[in-house]
């Protein structure tokens, strides 16, 4: 079964600071990977995706993604976090196997500190 | 665009009485999915569609939940009765079937049960 672990489940940070939010996963078969970003009160929002290629992805916001196959990883990233990066982050994994299934992290609560 | 659309957006009822959540996905779009976010268990799938079959509803968490999608652009997700612990946020989301494709989820619908 595909699953995703999201270790911690807060990150803290001083804005203007790089901004880390880690992720890995376990599959059967190639992976495809997304993050999504959740605001107070509001639904999931996609940030971006691995499918192939490029290790390197970028995605909204200033967002990028590493997907690392040797440590089953896909780390979210940003240079210098905002104020108003601060919500919920969620990793998630599907395979071409899957089902279709979106198998989701329990999610990061990001803070960025003024 | 318009994305996928949910109603109500807030809902509060008593334990007992039926709830409906209604969802419109993004037209174009044929597979669609049901999840509730807790705070204890964090994004749970419910049931999804293809084509407006449902294919898989291993997450139903009992016979007062139901599911339907007459058609490809309107699906409902019923509670009755309804209680205490189903009080939680329900997201429809919607995709072009495939694997690498992205899901785009809709607001939510916020539920309290009282």
């Known amino acids: 079964a595909q699953s995703v672990a999201q270790p911690e489940d807060q990150v803290k940070v001083a804005e203007g600071n790089p901004l880390t939010v880690k992720c890995t996963y376990s599959?059967?078969?190639?992976?495809?990977l997304f993050w999504y970003v959740q605001y107070p009160n509001r639904g999931l929002q996609f940030l971006l995706k691995y499918i192939t290629g490029d290790n390197l992805v970028k995605g909204s916001y200033g967002f990028e993604a590493e997907f690392n196959k040797s440590q089953t990883s896909f780390h979210l990233k940003k240079p210098s976090a905002l104020v108003s990066d601060s919500a919920l982050y969620f990793c998630?994994?599907?395979?071409?196997?899957?089902?279709?299934?979106?198998?989701f992290g329990k999610g990061n609560q990001v803070v960025v500190i003024p | 665009d318009a994305g996928v659309i949910q109603s109500p957006r807030h809902e509060v009822t008593e334990m007992g009485q039926e709830v409906t959540l209604r969802c419109k996905p993004i037209s174009g779009h044929n597979s669609l999915f049901w999840y509730r976010q807790t705070m204890m268990r964090g994004l749970e799938l419910l049931i999804y569609?293809?084509?407006?079959?449902?294919?898989?509803d291993s997450g139903m968490p009992e016979d007062r939940f139901s599911a339907k999608m007459p058609n490809a652009s309107f699906s409902t997700l019923k509670i009755q009765p309804s209680e205490p612990r189903d009080s939680a946020v329900y997201f429809c989301a919607s995709t072009i079937a495939g694997s690498a494709n992205t899901i785009y989820f809709g607001e939510g619908s916020w539920l309290t049960v009282v």
């Open positions: 998630a994994v599907r395979t071409y196997y899957g089902n279709n299934r979106l198998a």
């Open positions: 569609f293809n084509n407006n079959v449902p294919i898989d």
């Open positions: 599959v059967s078969g190639n992976p495809y």
